[in-house]
């Protein structure tokens, strides 16, 4: 899931202070399961706004709210057309993907964002997600016994631990657990330590230049084969 | 703000706009169960919430006769309660009664016009015949009601004793029926059905009821001293009082035996034996009843078949012999003996009480079945003879009062379809009925409660006056009963399918762990379970979960739209709003003392549960002006829903939260008796009025001095 | 033969003694040439610490360089915290250039301990992976695979921690980095003689040759601040307790005698090469430690 968090509020009237009509635009897949911009958020950020300008006195926005199923893909976006051309802008609660891919579909429009999107994670439990992945496209958690390193670990390295470990926790964030000590013990119990005695050569941080793409699709050359 | 782009746009698919708001309620078990269908969840419900009057209203409707009801109803409804499955059925006949004698039913008076000129008579003036008078007469029909006897009311009125149905009660009723303008002619016995045409009736209603008692066929069956038991009570309930012995046996296990040895006991008699064919368990009279009777002194001998009556001039006493089984393998009645077992009992005084048939005179050629019934079509009520229809014990055997209620009811809808020519406009249930018993998942996170007894006379104060037994409930004793209902099938659902994440909120904050996922991996909410606590209504962040009852969708918004626009009209500042739980106004504790010392300034918008509290809900109530919001709840302990306070707190943080963003003190938000502090509430409410009073000044002053 | 003096040293039989001079945030190092000056002919060789904790300093190769002016042997302290493969590997053909023939291979402190909170984490490589990368220069090619115009060669040294409340994970990364081509280690810091000892007693099988590191302590408070706050640090309980029962301004005496103390035992012992003393930003009292260790002027040069 991605998971996000809800730009300080004062930062998002900010962000609107120069537009009047703005459409509050909520997602309904990753942001709604992470509670940052579905449906009841965005009526309650577009309540916030309402009231704040009312005690206010001096802003004139107007406001709209909607949400699409998803803003990542564009066909989602259609039923937006016919009003888009009425508004002076558009908060997006949606992540970074879907800021960008409303942005691109109405490139006459400003498009706002909502929430700072944060990272790749999982619930541990109710109301609280953890980062779980960093989307390195080099996945070796078959090596660590499913968790990741260079997310969990703080500098992210192969061949761990680091000797800044203690009482299972991390040196840079005593509330969060030394990976290396994880991985050393889920290893051990599935007797797989070797995995842990075996040289990691350096990353390939190839993958992380911006910005990257998969394709599914085969190129097709006719001819020969191909008739 | 433009509503209309946000109500157009309130779904996905392009239908959804277009989908009006549906009751999506099931229909529960008690109501399945009940023979004239009443909305009982409804009326519980508003017993709960403190709304008698309008609970008595919800009970008129479906009901002729709500406090004949409320007294002597065998309550199938509770039987199919859903509690029970918790720990006991809610006492929804205590309940009713209840809600008539509050409401003071006996002073409606009910109107009518005639509408139409066809009339029709009715033969007999039982709870079959009564009903379909009043059903007729509403329908706007002249109507006729024969009856043999001097007095209306059939066993209502000479069969069940006085300590079960008051005459009074009964005599409302019918005096009622009068002043809706239905003819009585009593004293008056229909012996020939021709004559009732002849008379310009154009359709007739038989209802004569079963009232011939059965003989035991035995030797010494005639002799003084013995007596059917339908005689028996017949003569005490009209005033006579028969001369029983002081040493009383009644022969027979049903509700009628009871009666009458109940009866007997508080006439001259000493000593009470009942003795019956069937097992303890077998016993077809009502558990209640049979209960009562042994707490009054009456002892059950179970088992035995008669086999002589003894004495000379007068009975001395009545032989047995064991009763080995009452039914064959197929269910039938087929008693086996083991006759060597044997035991007798000395009596002066024998009453016999085996069953009872009806008696249908030849001449109105009635086609008669087993049983000497008369033989009907179970839907349209009519029998061989054109315009002729039949319900009641007369058709059904001896059976219970609701149930001739609603053939009553049921036979005037399908006489007024014959004479106005329609086919039976068969109601069809719209809704389906809620299946299923409640997980075991389920019932262990359900708060085990005592459930709330009708106060009864002692047994020694009941033993010699025909005062009723069972008294009224106090006003706390119902509402508490009434809360502990579990509001079958009007919970919550994910209508909006389409909406769902499928993120588990629901799943995870439900306290009773109703919605699952399916196989398929979609979140199911099975309405079977959900206990209609409202929870997952106010957490699901795509909002795709409602509540099933129209009603309740918008309940809170309208409450404080309403508590606004009187507020406004009012002009008292600073303006505070207090949302308050409605089932905890009106009930015991700490929260109906807050509501009676809402001062001047405070208003409160009743809601169903805490749990059902927005923040978005609290942020519009600042938004028109409140200057302080208060939530005030039962109490966790209290509330009949787990987790309810916990989560109401959680949407006071999130709204404090956005207060703190838009300027206003989070401190102007208070949760009031959702926990136990020290503080008492009403004081709580004091110093929380005091403390918003000074943000108010402080504010208007500084408001001026911006100026 | 020899990479480097400091090689030949670890070559001998002799109880070596290295120490580590932090050089400061500016650009006023009178006060780090005056450690290097006092030191220089005490100690075996001398480390220059690099962004010690994740604080911003004057470079370790810089202080290198400047060690190598005094006459004295360098040891580079390198972390893969801040500069990546190619910084890392460009450092060490400048190091070898300018004389410098050790290098400590480490991973670094997280950014989130120092006072750079915002900086970017580098860890291009870790510490296993800046040996094998030292190895492979020393083949003469880079890690990109390219042959280098002139191969540098290194005495390759490593930290362990042997004082860690978890020890087998450690204990992997130690063979790690012996199989990496590591020859020496410096350990974290060691308070308790039995630790080292039981820690020597498994790490006596591989041929690399061990320096037990000493810290030096001044206050309990300071005692209780690193173990709180310094990763790689544990200080037991007792010498804690044993800090914070001496009167007020003694602490530091009272530091120096439970350095030199152990610095004893471990001698006599003989049960590892060396010690590698830190005094943590008191570089000055660190000959009145060799004193009292019996490891005084002329017992090593």
């Known amino acids: ?227 | 703000m433009d509503s209309a782009l946000h109500d157009t746009y309130r779904s996905y698919s392009s239908n959804a706009a277009k989908r009006p708001s549906f009751d999506h309620t099931f229909v529960p078990p008690c109501q399945a169960a009940c023979p004239l269908h009443m909305e009982i969840r409804e009326y519980v419900d508003l017993i709960a919430q403190g709304r008698v009057m309008e609970a008595l209203q919800v009970i008129r409707e479906d009901n002729p006769f709500p406090s004949i009801c409320a007294y002597i109803c065998n309550h199938p409804c509770e039987d199919a309660c859903r509690r029970g499955q918790i720990d006991k059925p809610i006492a929804i006949r205590a309940l009713k009664r209840f809600a008539v004698e509050f409401g003071g039913d006996r002073v409606i008076q009910p109107e009518a016009e005639t509408t139409h000129e066809e009339r029709v008579a009715i033969v007999g003036s039982g709870s079959a015949g009564l009903s379909a008078a009043y059903y007729l007469r509403k329908l706007g029909y002249p109507v006729t009601v024969f009856e043999a006897c001097s007095e209306l009311g059939g066993m209502l009125r000479a069969g069940i004793p006085k300590y079960r149905l008051p005459r009074e009660v009964l005599d409302t009723e019918v005096q009622r029926l009068i002043q809706m303008g239905v003819e009585i002619r009593t004293n008056t016995r229909v012996v020939s059905l021709d004559l009732l045409f002849d008379m310009d009736y154009k359709a007739v209603f038989i209802t004569v009821g079963a009232a011939q008692s059965r003989r035991l066929g035995i030797e010494g069956e005639d002799k003084p001293g013995v007596v059917d038991a339908i005689t028996f009570l017949r003569e005490v309930n009209l005033g006579l009082r028969p001369s029983i012995g002081e040493s009383v046996v009644v022969v027979g296990g049903g509700n009628v035996a009871v009666d009458a040895a109940r009866t007997a006991l508080r006439l001259d008699a000493k000593e009470v034996d009942l003795v019956c064919l069937e097992s303890r368990q077998e016993m077809p009279a009502f558990e209640s009843d049979i209960q009562a009777a042994v707490s009054e002194g009456i002892v059950i001998n179970c088992s035995w078949g008669p086999r002589s009556i003894v004495g000379d001039d007068k009975v001395t006493g009545i032989e047995f012999v064991r009763c080995t089984s009452v039914f064959d393998g197929e269910g039938r009645f087929k008693p086996s003996f083991d006759e060597s077992v044997k035991t007798s009992f000395t009596a002066d005084t024998l009453i016999i009480a085996i069953g009872q048939v009806p008696q249908i005179p030849e001449d109105f050629r009635l086609r008669i079945g087993r049983g000497s019934t008369i033989r009907v079509d179970p839907v349209t009520l009519t029998t061989n003879r054109e315009g002729v229809f039949a319900g009641g014990d007369a058709v059904t055997g001896p059976a219970t009062v609701v149930q001739a209620l609603a053939t009553g009811r049921q036979a005037a809808f399908r006489i007024d379809d014959y004479l106005q020519h329609r086919y039976p406009l068969v109601g069809k249930e719209e809704k389906e009925s809620l299946l299923g018993d409640l997980l075991p998942k389920t019932v262990e996170m359900i708060r085990k409660l005592n459930r709330f007894e009708p106060p009864v006379l002692p047994p020694q104060a009941r033993a010699k006056q025909f005062e009723p037994v069972e008294l009224v409930y106090d006003w706390e004793s119902a509402v508490n009963e009434a809360r502990r209902c579990l509001r079958c099938g009007m919970g919550a659902e994910i209508l909006f399918q389409d909406k769902c994440a499928a993120c588990l909120t629901c799943l995870r904050v439900c306290p009773y762990h109703v919605p699952y996922l399916d196989d398929s991996g979609t979140v199911q909410i099975p309405a079977d379970q959900c206990q209609a606590c409202g929870i997952c209504v106010g957490e699901c962040p795509a909002r795709a979960i409602v509540l099933r009852k129209p009603q309740d969708r918008r309940h809170i918004d309208e409450e404080l739209d309403h508590a606004l626009k009187t507020a406004a009209q009012s002009k008292s500042k600073p303006l505070i709003i207090g949302f308050c739980c409605q089932y905890g106004l009106y009930g015991t504790g700490a929260l109906a003392r807050l509501w009676r010392q809402a001062k001047a300034g405070i208003w409160i918008v009743p809601v169903l549960c805490v749990a059902k509290i927005e923040a978005k809900h609290i942020l519009r109530a600042f938004e028109m002006g409140a200057e302080g919001v208060f939530i005030a709840g039962c109490g966790q302990e209290q509330c009949a829903r787990e987790d309810t306070a916990f989560w109401a707190l959680q949407r006071i943080g999130k709204a404090r939260k956005v207060l703190a963003q838009i300027g206003l003190e989070p401190k102007r938000l208070q949760a009031i008796n959702l926990y136990p502090t020290e503080t008492d509430p009403a004081k709580a409410l004091d110093e929380f009025t005091e403390q918003v009073g000074e943000l108010y000044l402080a504010s208007a002053v500084g408001q001026e001095v911006k100026t | 033969m020899a990479k480097s003096l400091f090689e030949e040293k670890l070559n001998s039989d002799r109880f070596l003694v290295t120490t580590e001079v932090g050089p400061p945030k500016g650009v006023d190092i009178s006060e780090m040439v005056h450690h290097i000056e006092l030191l220089k002919d005490k100690v075996d060789a001398i480390n220059i610490t690099d962004h010690q904790s994740s604080v911003m300093r004057f470079p370790s190769l810089g202080g290198c360089l400047l060690v190598k002016e005094h006459g004295g042997e360098p040891i580079l302290q390198m972390t893969t915290r801040d500069r990546n493969r190619l910084a890392l590997q460009a450092d060490l053909l400048l190091a070898y250039s300018q004389g410098i023939r050790n290098v400590l291979c480490l991973t670094g402190d997280s950014i989130d301990v120092g006072d750079h909170k915002e900086a970017r984490p580098v860890f291009d490589l870790d510490s296993v992976q800046l040996i094998v990368t030292v190895r492979t220069m020393e083949s003469g090619k880079d890690l990109g695979g390219t042959d280098l115009k002139g191969a540098p060669e290194f005495c390759i040294g490593a930290s362990v921690h042997p004082a860690a409340d978890f020890i087998e994970p450690q204990l992997i990364k130690f063979e790690k980095k012996v199989a990496a081509g590591a020859q020496f280690f410096q350990t974290q810091g060691v308070f308790n003689f039995d630790t080292l000892r039981r820690f020597m007693q498994y790490a006596r099988q591989f041929d690399v040759k061990i320096l037990a590191g000493i810290i030096v302590l001044a206050s309990a408070r300071m005692a209780q601040y690193m173990n709180d706050n310094v990763p790689g640090v544990i200080v037991p309980q007792a010498v804690i307790d044993e800090l914070a029962g001496v009167e007020k301004g003694k602490g530091l005496q009272k530091g120096i005698e439970i350095a030199a103390g152990l610095i004893k035992t471990i001698k006599e012992a003989n049960v590892c090469h060396g010690v590698h003393i830190m005094a943590v930003g008191r570089e000055s009292i660190v000959p009145e430690i060799l004193e009292a260790a019996g490891l005084g002027i002329g017992a090593h040069v």
């Open chain 1, 1 to 227: 899931m991605i998971v996000a968090e809800q730009k300080p509020f004062q930062e998002i009237r900010g962000l609107i202070a120069s537009y009047e009509k703005i459409l509050v635009l909520g997602c309904g897949t990753c942001m709604t399961v992470c509670g940052a911009g579905g449906e009841k958020e965005v009526s309650l950020l577009h309540g916030a706004l309402r009231i704040a300008q009312a005690r206010g006195g001096d802003e004139s926005h107007s406001f709209l709210e909607y949400t699409v199923k998803r803003q990542c893909d564009s066909e989602f976006l259609d039923v937006l057309e016919d009003r888009v051309k009425e508004l002076d802008a558009i908060l997006s609660l949606g992540c970074g993907v879907g800021v960008q891919t409303v942005a691109a579909r109405f490139p006459d429009t400003p498009v706002l964002p909502g929430v700072n999107t944060t990272f790749m994670g999982a619930a541990e439990e109710l109301g609280v997600w953890d980062e779980r992945c960093a989307a390195c496209g080099d996945c070796r958690l078959a090596e660590t016994a499913g968790i990741c390193p260079i997310t969990r670990c703080a500098k992210g390295i192969l061949n761990g631990p680091c000797a800044g470990s203690k009482n299972g926790k991390c040196e840079a964030n005593k509330d969060m657990d030394c990976a290396w000590t994880l991985i050393y013990k889920r290893l051990e119990r599935l007797g797989q330590l070797e995995k842990m005695r075996r040289y990691y050569p350096p990353r390939n941080f190839r993958t992380i230049p911006r910005p990257r793409r998969i394709t599914s699709k085969a190129g097709i050359e006719l001819g020969g084969a191909n008739g």
